[in-house]
């Protein structure tokens, strides 16, 4: 059992570095794409294709944060036979999903929800419904909508980031649409040491808040 369990997490733990390795190629060959395409004063909308794309988890939210945007993004990746799979979300309180929603009349297959979309289209295809999708967004989009938000729903001291709090925060799960995860606020709160990095992919962070003598660490992958 002991046997079974150690093959078990070593393949669990492979399959995860290559889903990583995966995700990090298709945002730094979205962002390239966005670098070369997009106009923030032009496009209400983000919405990248090409055979290096792959839509499974494209950090859409990461996509609209480097277009400074608060709207949508839309990963199609393109395979060998020249048929386009996409991923799409939607930001909160924006009405892009919905926009989405209206084009389904493209060619191709769309499902899915006000926040989230999937599709499946030619490539042949994708200039038309990018041009469509974008006009759509920008006709629906007020400049108010387009503004990043930051929800906020609780402030915290760092003392009182704790097993019991981990605890609860692990009881509020599964997070999703229709259950936010909740991000909390921390002021007056300053490094305590240099960063460092672990393994090329962890960012050690050593902070303290006010007059605190004890500074929390906290780890976040890169």
Do not use: Y
């Amino acid at each position: 059992m002991k046997a079974e369990a150690a093959v078990l997490a070593e393949f669990l733990d492979k399959q995860n570095r290559e889903r990583q390795d995966v995700e990090k190629k298709t945002f730094l060959a979205a962002d390239e794409i966005i670098a070369k395409e997009f106009d923030p004063a032009r496009d209400a909308a983000i919405v990248v294709s090409g055979p290096r794309l792959a839509p499974r988890r494209p950090r859409h939210c990461r996509l609209a944060h480097r277009s400074q945007i608060s709207s949508a993004a839309i990963v199609i990746g393109i395979d060998e036979s020249g048929m386009g799979k996409g991923s799409g979300r939607a930001a909160l309180g924006s009405q892009s999903g919905e926009s989405a929603r209206s084009l389904c009349r493209t060619p191709g297959k769309f499902g899915g929800h006000e926040m989230a979309a999937g599709l499946t289209i030619r490539e042949d295809k994708i200039d038309m419904f990018a041009q469509a999708f974008r006009a759509a967004a920008r006709e629906l989009l007020s400049d108010e909508d387009l503004e990043a938000r930051l929800r906020l729903d609780h402030e915290v001291e760092l003392a009182q980031l704790n097993v019991d709090l981990l605890r609860w925060h692990e009881m509020l799960q599964p997070f999703g649409n229709a259950n936010p995860q909740p991000l909390f606020l921390a002021r007056k709160v300053e490094p305590a040491a240099p960063p460092r990095i672990l393994k090329d992919k962890h960012l050690v962070l050593r902070l303290r808040q006010g007059e605190a003598r004890r500074a929390p660490c906290f780890s976040t992958e890169r």
